[in-house]
C-alpha cells in the first residue's frame, strides 16, 4: 500500500490518478425527446474534524477517500447525465454535521441522496460492499454494528445519539412511502453494478438499519459502504485509481439506472398540439 503523508496530498493523489480504462461509455437505447429535471446528492461521508475509519497503517483516512469517490461519481455523472444536476455536500476537507446533509438535500429539492462512505470492522478481518437502506431494525449485527459506528461520529447532528428511538419515529412512514421501494430498488443496482464490475469480491447485499444520515431525507436515500478501510485487500482496492474509478463507474450507473426508472413513471407534460399560446 502506497504511504500517503497528508490528508491534502491524499485526495490530490487521489484524484490526480486518471485512468482511461474505468472511463464511462456513452448511453445506449434510446433517449427520451424531453430529459427531465434530476438533482442527484452526493453525500462525502464525514470530513474536517471527523476522519471516519482508518486503514490498517492508519494514514488513509475515510473522509478523504468518501471525498475522492463523490468528486469521481459526480464527473461520471455530468459526462453521462449532462442535464442533471450534481451536488456534493461538501466538495472540501470539512466538518459537517449530518443533519446540514439533510437539510441541503431537502431544501435543494433533490431527487436521490447517496451517502458515500468506507467500512471498518471490528476485528479487521471482514471485506466485500454494502449498500442500507433506513430501518429502525439492523438486518444483522453487522448492519447494527456499522449504524452505531457511522452514527457515533463527533460530526453527527445534535442529540443524535439515540439513533435507533429517532429512526423508530420516523420509520412507519418510510415504510409506507414510495421513496422506501425506489431506494431498495437503487441499493440492488449498486450491489449489481459492483458485482459486475468486482466478480472476485465479496458482495454483501442490500442491508438495512438506522442511520442518523438517512434519516428525515424526504427522498430516495442510501448509504454505501464500497470497502473495509480497514482491510489490506479492500483498502488496496479503494486507493487504485482505476479500481476506485471503476467503483464510483458503478455507482454512477446505478443513478442513471434510477433516473431511467423514474422517468418511466412520470407522465411528461408536453402539448397535445402547437398553438399561438404554447408559443410552440
Ligand atoms: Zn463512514
Excluded: W
Excluded at 435543494?108 to 466485500?128: E, T, Y
Excluded at 460492499?129 to 452514527?151: H, M
Excluded at 429517532?166 to 449489481?192: C, D, F, P
Aim: hydrophobic letters at 40%; charged letters at 20%; a neutral charge.
Amino acid at each position: 500500500m502506497p504511504g500517503l503523508a497528508s490528508i491534502p496530498s491524499l485526495v490530490a493523489a487521489l484524484l490526480a490518478a486518471r485512468v482511461s480504462a474505468g472511463s464511462p461509455t456513452p448511453t445506449t437505447g434510446p433517449r427520451p425527446l424531453l430529459e427531465q429535471p434530476y438533482t442527484v446528492v452526493l453525500d462525502a461521508g464525514h470530513g474536517g474534524s471527523n476522519s471516519g475509519c482508518a486503514n490498517a497503517h492508519g494514514d488513509v483516512h475515510e473522509k478523504d477517500v468518501t471525498l475522492a469517490l463523490a468528486i469521481e461519481v459526480r464527473e461520471i455523472l455530468r459526462e453521462r447525465l449532462p442535464h442533471a444536476e450534481i451536488v456534493l455536500t461538501r466538495d472540501d476537507d470539512r466538518t459537517l454535521a449530518l443533519a446540514d446533509r439533510v437539510t441541503r438535500a431537502n431544501e435543494g429539492g433533490a431527487d436521490v441522496f447517496v451517502s458515500l462512505h468506507a467500512n471498518a470492522s471490528p476485528r479487521h478481518d471482514q471485506s466485500g460492499f454494502e449498500t442500507y437502506v433506513l430501518d429502525a431494525q439492523a438486518s444483522s449485527v453487522d448492519a447494527a454494528l456499522t449504524a452505531r459506528r457511522e452514527n457515533g461520529s463527533p460530526g453527527s447532528a445534535p442529540g443524535s445519539g439515540g439513533a435507533v428511538p429517532q429512526a423508530q419515529s420516523m420509520v412507519e412512514q418510510l415504510r409506507a412511502s414510495a421513496h422506501r421501494n425506489a431506494a431498495l430498488a437503487l441499493a440492488g443496482a449498486i450491489q449489481r453494478e459492483q458485482a459486475t464490475r468486482f466478480p472476485g469480491r465479496s458482495d454483501r447485499g442490500v442491508r438495512q438499519a438506522a442511520f442518523d444520515v438517512l434519516l428525515g431525507i424526504k427522498m430516495p436515500a442510501v448509504l454505501f459502504e464500497a470497502a473495509f478501510l480497514d482491510h489490506g485487500r479492500d483498502a488496496a482496492v479503494l486507493l487504485d485509481a482505476e479500481q476506485r474509478r471503476s467503483i464510483a463507474a458503478g455507482v454512477a450507473e446505478a443513478l442513471i439506472e434510477h433516473y431511467r426508472r423514474s422517468q418511466r413513471g412520470r407522465t411528461i407534460a408536453v402539448p397535445a398540439r402547437c398553438s399561438a399560446a404554447s408559443g410552440c
